[in-house]
Each structure stands twice: as C-alpha cells, then as structure tokens.
Nanobody, 115 residues
Framework: QVQLVESGGGLVQPGGSLRLSCAASGIIFRRYAMGWYRQAPGKERELVAE???????NYADSGKGRFTISRDNAKNTVYLQMNSLKPEDTAVYYC?????????WGQGTQVTVSS
C-alpha cells in the first residue's frame, strides 16, 4: 500500500520561505518521478514541480526561480524548497509519484502566505 506523508507547511509572510517534505512508503521510490502539486480553494489541482528518477527537474512557470524540488532516495523523501513566497502560493500542497500506475495522493500540507 502506497503511503505519502507531506509535512512542512504553515503560515508565512510574503517573501518568506518554507521547505516541504514528502515521505513515501510502499513503492520502490527511486524508480519513480515525483511531483509536487497544489490546490487552492475553488481551483483545480496543478503541477508545481517534478523530479525524474534520474534527478532532472521541471517547474511550472509560477515557481520558476523561486521553488526547488529535490529528492533523497535513501530516505524515500522528496522536498520542495519554496522561497520568495507570494499570497497566490497559498494552497494545499501534495506530492505524488507521477509515473506510478495509478494516481496516489497524501493528505497534503497547507501553505498560507499572508501578512
């Protein structure tokens, strides 16, 4: 059974930083690309960043230059470093193995950017 546990969210002021973590179990983590998605109230879930099994990265325009995705295969964990946060980054953030056979989601972690 695949389990994904996101953490690291919180309330931060505009311009601040957060580092999200996602611990995965039940899959051979190193084999899969991993992605971070977010969903703001009233909006569809959208891809924020993705990292392949080989470490190549891809970012949505909204996070380019501000967000960095990384992974630690020894810890079965994917990270999202978010800098220069903006109010429009407020959302629930989810991780997922993007190349897995079926959609799998964790409970998400809330990020709120507000003064």
């Amino acid at each position: 059974q695949v389990q994904l546990v996101e953490s690291g969210g919180g309330l931060v002021q505009p311009g601040g930083s957060l580092r999200l973590s996602c611990a995965a179990s039940g899959i051979i983590f190193r084999r899969y690309a991993m992605g971070w998605y977010r969903q703001a109230p009233g909006k569809e879930r959208e891809l924020v960043a993705e990292i392949t099994s080989g470490g190549s990265t891809n970012y949505a325009d909204s996070g380019k230059g501000r967000f960095t995705i990384s992974r630690d295969n020894a810890k079965n964990t994917v990270y999202l470093q978010m800098n220069s946060l903006k109010p429009e980054d407020t959302a629930v953030y989810y991780c997922t193995p993007t190349t897995y056979a079926r959609p799998v989601w964790g409970q998400g972690t809330q990020v709120t950017v507000s003064s």
